[in-house]
């Protein structure tokens, strides 16, 4: 199981990446805009294939998590909840030109955004919360998340937001296998013998 926890972690990584990959294409798309311009369709359909990438990247890696990761429900809740709203974020973000209620550049937004996606990121210190190594990861994660309202203060649509978070996630997520690989946090997981107590954490009580 703990291998299934290793590739859930990893595809979560990717599907990061690639969050992070459509919003640097949104970038390019915003810049090169022109309606009806081949360019901008292909670079349309570029932002397509990385969102639906990613998104299917998470969701894979969200149920190695889920199926082999002992109780934490609230992490794994959440974070299901999380790859939900990334995506339907990066769907208005794309088509905002089609969709008047959407406001891109909205103060409001970015701090729901951060302050949503942060708080879900906390969540993942369930996984060994004695440890002070994860802990830290964790919060330099959360750091990350939040200096993604910086981009709105600059002018920047939410996209720089969505770009930040997938640069923290990415980073958390390498940040936990490395302590996995290297033995300094313990995870409880299916088909365990050596660690059969109820999982109690001290920072989320389930």
Not at 98 to 112: E, N, R, V
């Amino acid at each position: 199981m703990h291998e299934r926890l290793n590739k859930g972690l990893k595809s979560c990584m990717i599907g990061n990446l690639m969050f992070l990959a459509f919003s640097i294409v949104c970038l390019i798309y915003y810049k090169v805009y022109s309606p009806g311009s081949a360019v901008s369709k292909i670079i349309e359909i570029i932002a397509y294939t990385c969102e639906f990438g990613g998104f299917a990247m998470l969701i894979w890696g969200d149920w190695l998590i889920s199926t082999s990761v002992r109780f934490r429900n609230t992490m794994k809740i959440l974070f299901t909840l999380y790859i939900v709203l990334e995506s339907v974020m990066m769907i208005l973000e794309l088509n905002s030109y089609k969709f008047d209620f959407y406001k891109p550049y909205s103060l409001t937004l970015a701090i729901i955004h951060a302050a949503v996606s942060g708080f879900i990121c906390l969540t993942f210190i369930q996984l060994d919360p004695d440890k002070k190594k994860l802990e830290y990861s964790i919060i330099i994660s959360v750091a990350i998340i939040f200096a993604g309202m910086l981009g709105n203060i600059m002018g920047l649509r939410i996209y720089f937001s969505i770009m930040v978070n997938g640069v923290a996630y990415s980073l958390m997520f390498y940040l936990i296998l490395r302590l996995i690989k290297r033995e300094e946090i313990e995870v409880d997981c299916h088909g365990d013998r050596a660690r059969v107590a109820e999982y109690k954490s001290t920072f989320f009580d389930e």
